[in-house]
């Protein structure tokens, strides 16, 4: 059974003297019987997440790590240094493939260094809008996934608790949301590029999230499609009403698909 996820994306905001307390705000407002929830603070907030999160069911995650396990890269974090502050990595997230130029090809090296340091992966796939106006989201999105994952073994993936967030970057910060069928529709594609790629049945086990301007309003015309598992939240998850209703919407979804006894 796959679990229901609300991953929270706090991108570049907090500092490490407010982080502790909007995570702890956030836990104690979002306690749902199955449902898996983690916090992804800025690296440097990290610790501060994760001493106040003590004794709480909530994960902290990074918002990227680098392939390398050492070396001189400047300004680059990687899995070791990540030991005992996350356990979650958000990977090809679309800022980093815009921004920093992140390829397929890159992403799939930090994949390989995420799963072999004990870190469970969310990695992001989706489409710009020129590519769904001009309907090839599907070829996109395919390519993405035969870039990053060929080559991967499943087994080696479904055990490292592998997650995939489908996240349109005209939905991300936006405000506007691709449609619950559309995510739907994706998810299934998503599934068929991993059995194209080999995963066979193991691709009906990868929680598939969606993400875009999620918020508590909309986030159940997601959580009701069963192809989708969950939500990877940025603006909204900075705001403990909003993931108190995100996470209540998703102990709907939980309950009704028997993750809850
Ligand atoms: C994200 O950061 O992954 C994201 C989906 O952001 P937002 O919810 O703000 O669109």
Redesign the pocket.
């Known amino acids: 059974m796959r679990p229901i996820v609300i ?1 929270a ?1 706090w ?1 570049m905001n907090t500092t490490p003297a407010d982080a502790g307390d909007l995570a702890r705000t956030i836990a104690s407002r979002t306690r749902e019987p199955g449902v898996t929830r983690v916090i992804c603070p800025p690296f440097v907030s990290l610790a501060a997440v994760r001493d106040a999160l003590e004794g709480e069911d909530v994960a902290t995650g990074a918002q990227n790590v680098h392939q390398e396990l050492a070396g001189a890269y400047t300004g680059e974090v990687s899995v070791p240094m990540l030991a005992g502050l996350a356990t979650w990595v ?1 990977l090809g ?3 980093r493939r815009a921004y920093f130029g992140e390829t397929d090809e890159l992403v799939g090296k930090k994949l390989d260094r995420a799963v072999a340091g004990g870190l469970r992966p969310i990695l ?1 796939v989706g489409e710009v809008l020129a590519d769904r106006e001009a309907g090839r989201e599907t070829q996109v999105v395919d390519a993405q996934l035969k870039g990053s994952l060929e080559g991967r073994d499943p087994a080696t993936l479904l055990a490292a608790g592998f997650v995939i ?1 489908y ?1 349109p970057v005209w ?5 506007l949301t691709a449609s619950g069928a559309d995510a739907s529709a994706m998810a299934d594609a998503i599934r068929a590029s991993l059995v194209a790629l080999g995963w066979g049945s193991a691709a009906e086990d990868v929680p598939v999230l969606y ?5 508590s309003a909309n986030v159940g015309e997601f959580l009701s499609e069963p192809a989708i598992d969950g ?7 900075l705001k403990p009403d909003e993931m108190a209703g995100i996470c209540a919407r998703a102990g709907i979804t939980a309950a009704a698909r028997g993750l809850t006894s």
């Open positions: 991953a994306n991108k958000i997230h679309s800022e992001c967030a996240e939905a991300i910060g936006t405000g993400g875009g301007s999620v918020t939500a990877l939240v940025g603006g909204a998850s």
